[in-house]
C-alpha cells in the first residue's frame, strides 16, 4: 500500500515535469529558431513476487510472472528540429536557415556554440555578430563604406560599395551540421553545444552536402505548436490528477488499517 | 487486505505510466487454489493465488510528427540491443547516438534485419514494413516481432520486455513513422477499479473487525465470572 503511494507520486512527479517542458515550450513560442522539446517517460524496476518458469507442483511450470512496477519516470526531452515557421523581416542582417544547419558563434571562453537564430547584427567595427554580441564565425566584417549587403542563398557576402557599381564579396556565411542534432545541449540564449552523442560538427557551404540554403530578410520562428501543447498541458494535468487520486485513495487504506483495531 | 492492496500497487503503476509510450495496462487478479476448494477438511481457509494478466491489445497512436517516432500498428515488437541482450519494445520514441545508429531514449541499438540501422540526417521514410530508406537509398529494415504467447513477456522496466519464448517475425504489424503509441488502458476504467479494489478492502477490515468484536465477547463476557 505504502508503495502504491510512492508509485502514483513517480507519477505525478514525472507529470510535473511534463507540465514544466510544456510551459518552456510555449514561453519560447515567439523565440527566433527555439526547438520544442517533448518529454519521454519510461516505466521502472518491477519487483517480482512470483517468478515465471518455477514449478507450481508436479511438472506444471508458473507461464506468468507476478510483479509490479514501481511507477514511471521522464526519460528524454526529445527536441524536434523541424523547421519553424517563416517570418518576413525585410532586414539585411535576418537570414533563415531553410533546412538543415546551425551558424557557428565563438563565445568569449574560446569555445564555438551552435544557432538557428540568424537575426545578425554589425559591431562598431562591422563585424558580424549575434544579438548577444558573439562574433559569426568564420568572422566577417562589412566594410563601413558600404551602402547595399546582399547574403545570397549560398551564403556568400555581397557588398556595395560607394562609387563602385559592381558588388564586392566579403565573407562566406559557413554551416554546421550533426549527426544527432537532438544531442546538441540548449545553453539557452537560442545556443546549443555539441556532445558526444550529437557527434562532431560537419562544416560546409550553404546548399552543398546536406546543409539547407539562406533566405535572407526572413527569420525563422519557433517550432511551437501551440494546440498541441495546450493539449498536452491538460493531458499532464489529468494524468497528475488521476495520480494524486491513487494516492488518496491508498493513504484511506492505510487509515482502514490502522483502524482495524478499535 | 493483502491481496486487495496488492492490486492497488499495480492500478498505482499503470496511472503512473499514463504517458509512457508503448505501456501496456497490467492487472492482478484473484482466484482460489484447486487444492484447497476440493480440502473439505479446512473449510474455512481458502488460501488465494494471485496471478498477474498483461492487457498486449493496441493503445492509441498520436501523431507527433518527429520522423523518429515509430508506432506499431499490431501485435509486434521492435527489438532492441539492451547490453544485457536482445530485448523488445512498443516504445518507438527513438533518436540517433552520435555514430548515427537508430537507439532508444537510453542509447540502446534497434536493430534491423542486419544490425542496427545507421542513419546521417532525419531526412529517412520508414515504410509500413519497417524498411527504412534515407534519401532514396535502403537503410535496412527494423525488425518487429511477435510471440504465440506474449503473456510471457516479462516487463523489465526501461519500456522493455524479455521472454524465454522464441520471437518470431511479424508479417501482421505495421509501422507507423510520426506517431507514438500511448498507454493502452483508460482512466476510467481505472479509476473505477481502483474504487472497487477500495471497497473490497474496507469490506475485509470490517470482517477482522467483526471477528474482533466476536472474540472480544467470548474473552471478556461469556468468560465472566458474575458476583
Do not use: C
Request: glycine residues 8%; without cysteine; proline residues 5%.
Amino acid at each position: 500500500m505504502i508503495r502504491a503511494m510512492r508509485t502514483a507520486a513517480s507519477g505525478m512527479i514525472a507529470q510535473q515535469m511534463n507540465v514544466d517542458v510544456v510551459a518552456n515550450n510555449l514561453a519560447n513560442v515567439n523565440t527566433t529558431g527555439f526547438k520544442r522539446s517533448s518529454l519521454q517517460f519510461q516505466d521502472v524496476l518491477y519487483q517480482q513476487i512470483k517468478p515465471a518458469g518455477v514449478s507450481t507442483g508436479g511438472t506444471s511450470l508458473r507461464p506468468v510472472a507476478l510483479d509490479v512496477g514501481y511507477g514511471s519516470r521522464p526519460s528524454a526531452t526529445d527536441r524536434l528540429f523541424s523547421v519553424g515557421n517563416i517570418q518576413p523581416t525585410g532586414n539585411p542582417l535576418d537570414i533563415m536557415i531553410e533546412g538543415n544547419g546551425f551558424l557557428q558563434v565563438l563565445l568569449p571562453d574560446g569555445t564555438t556554440a551552435f544557432t538557428r537564430d540568424g537575426a545578425l547584427k554589425m559591431d562598431a567595427e562591422g563585424t558580424l555578430v549575434t544579438s548577444d554580441g558573439y562574433i559569426l564565425q568564420p568572422e566577417i566584417t562589412i566594410p563601413d563604406d558600404a551602402t547595399n549587403i546582399s547574403i545570397q542563398v549560398d551564403g556568400r557576402v555581397e557588398v556595395l560599395i560607394v562609387g563602385d557599381d559592381q558588388p564586392q564579396e566579403v565573407g562566406q556565411i559557413e554551416l554546421a551540421r550533426f549527426i544527432n542534432p537532438a544531442g546538441l545541449t540548449a545553453m539557452g540564449r537560442n545556443l546549443f553545444a555539441e556532445t558526444a552523442a550529437s557527434g562532431n560538427p560537419i562544416l560546409g557551404n550553404p546548399g552543398t552536402d546536406g546543409l539547407a540554403t539562406l533566405n535572407q530578410g526572413y527569420l525563422e520562428m519557433s517550432n511551437v505548436e501551440v494546440v498541441e501543447e495546450m493539449v498536452k498541458m491538460i493531458v499532464a494535468q489529468r494524468a497528475f490528477e488521476i495520480n494524486s487520486k491513487a494516492v488518496q485513495t491508498s493513504d484511506q487504506m492505510a487509515e482502514l488499517a490502522n483502524n482495524m483495531r478499535r | 487486505m493483502v491481496a486487495r492492496a496488492k492490486q492497488q500497487d499495480a492500478i498505482a503503476n499503470n496511472l503512473a505510466n499514463a504517458e509512457t509510450a508503448g505501456f501496456k495496462r497490467e492487472s492482478i487478479f484473484m482466484r482460489r487454489l484447486e487444492a484447497a476448494q476440493t480440502d473439505a477438511s479446512q473449510p474455512w481457509f481458502i488460501p488465494l493465488q494471485q496471478e498477474k494478466y498483461t492487457d498486449f491489445t493496441q493503445g492509441p497512436l498520436d501523431i507527433t510528427g518527429n520522423p523518429f517516432h515509430q508506432a506499431i500498428d499490431g501485435p509486434g515488437f521492435f527489438v532492441v540491443e539492451a547490453p544485457e541482450g536482445e530485448r523488445y519494445t512498443r516504445s518507438g520514441n527513438f533518436t540517433l547516438n552520435e555514430e548515427g545508429q537508430l537507439v532508444t531514449s537510453d542509447g540502446y541499438p534497434v536493430l534491423g534485419d542486419s544490425g542496427p540501422i545507421v542513419l546521417t540526417s532525419d531526412n529517412f521514410v520508414v515504410g509500413e514494413r519497417g524498411e527504412v530508406s534515407e534519401n532514396g537509398v535502403e537503410r535496412g529494415r527494423l525488425r518487429v516481432v511477435s510471440f504465440t504467447t506474449p503473456q510471457t513477456l516479462t516487463p523489465l522496466g526501461r519500456n522493455l520486455f524479455t521472454t524465454t519464448e522464441e520471437a518470431q517475425p511479424d508479417a501482421q504489424s505495421l509501422v507507423r513513422q510520426g506517431y507514438i503509441e500511448r498507454a493502452n488502458f483508460d482512466l476510467v476504467q481505472q479509476m473505477v477499479e481502483m474504487m472497487t479494489i477500495f471497497r473490497y478492502f474496507e469490506t475485509a477490515q470490517k470482517a477482522v473487525q467483526i471477528q474482533d468484536a466476536s472474540l472480544d465477547r467470548a474473552v471478556n463476557q461469556v468468560g465472566r465470572i458474575q458476583r
